[in-house]
């Protein structure tokens, strides 16, 4: 079955550090790819998303690529901010069954931004 | 103007008691979904239904029961609660049935707690 596998945390970062989360991915079709983000004591928000190979979704300063030849989406941004503190997810939504799929989630990486 | 909403936002219950919690969104959506997030935030599909039917059941125990009075809801019905039913709850809503291609949007999550 499909399945999404990602670093789990928690990654510490100082303030205007690079972030670099990994995330690879197994699916049996042909997946779109996506980041979501939840802030503490708050739902689930879209980050980004892609939904073909060499696509760039980008958002806020965050960017993943869909490397199909890898099989991987990871996430980055160049310079984060004490604001960035969440967890991130990385899921994939694989429509070669033709319905209403669920996206099947990493486990989460918690990122905490230190001043 | 909440997209995805989710009542009650906390609930805390005990063993073998029966609960509902209510989701309703406000895009036009078809399709609506159930997540449950554990509490090492490990976030997995349960249900999927399209225009109030039924699409995906991902093995939940027969306690737990969606019922969709119309698009615009999709209602979690849990019998005789257990222990290892504390969690998240999430609630979700995606344009249609177009699988990966469509984004989907959570609520803000229920968290449940069985003592």
């Known amino acids: 079955g499909d399945s999404v596998t990602q670093m789990e945390g928690p990654v510490t970062l100082s303030e205007e550090a690079f972030l670099t989360i990994n995330c690879t991915y197994t699916?049996?079709?042909?997946?779109?790819l996506f980041w979501y983000v939840q802030y503490p004591g708050e739902g689930l928000q879209l980050l980004l998303k892609?939904?073909?190979?060499?696509d760039k979704g980008s958002n806020k300063g965050f960017e993943a690529t869909y490397r199909k030849e890898t099989t991987s989406f990871h996430l980055e941004k160049g310079s984060v901010q004490v604001s960035d503190s969440a967890v991130y997810f990385c899921?994939?939504?694989?429509?070669?069954?033709?319905?209403?799929?669920?996206?099947?989630f990493g486990k989460g990486t918690h990122l905490i931004i230190q001043p | 103007d909440t997209a995805v909403s989710q009542t009650p936002k906390y609930l805390v219950t005990q063993m073998g008691n029966d609960k509902s919690i209510k989701c309703e969104q406000n895009?036009?959506?078809?399709?609506m979904y159930w997540y449950k997030q554990d509490s090492k935030k490990f976030l997995k599909i349960m249900f999927s239904?399209?225009?109030?039917?039924?699409?995906i059941n991902e093995t939940v125990p027969n306690r737990f029961s969606p019922k969709s009075p119309d698009k615009a809801h999709l209602n979690l019905h849990i019998n005789s609660l257990e222990l290892g039913d504390s969690a998240v709850y999430f609630c979700?809503?995606?344009?249609?049935?177009?699988?990966?291609?469509?984004?989907?949007?959570f609520g803000p999550g229920t968290r449940l707690l069985v003592l």
């Open positions: 979700a809503s995606s344009l249609g049935l177009a699988g990966g291609l469509e984004t989907q949007y």
């Open positions: 699916a049996t079709g042909y997946p779109s």
């Open positions: 892609a939904t073909k190979a060499d």
């Open positions: 899921a994939l939504s694989d429509y070669s069954g033709g319905g209403a799929d669920g996206l099947t």
């Open positions: 895009l036009g959506h078809d399709t």
């Open positions: 239904y399209n225009n109030k039917e039924l699409i």
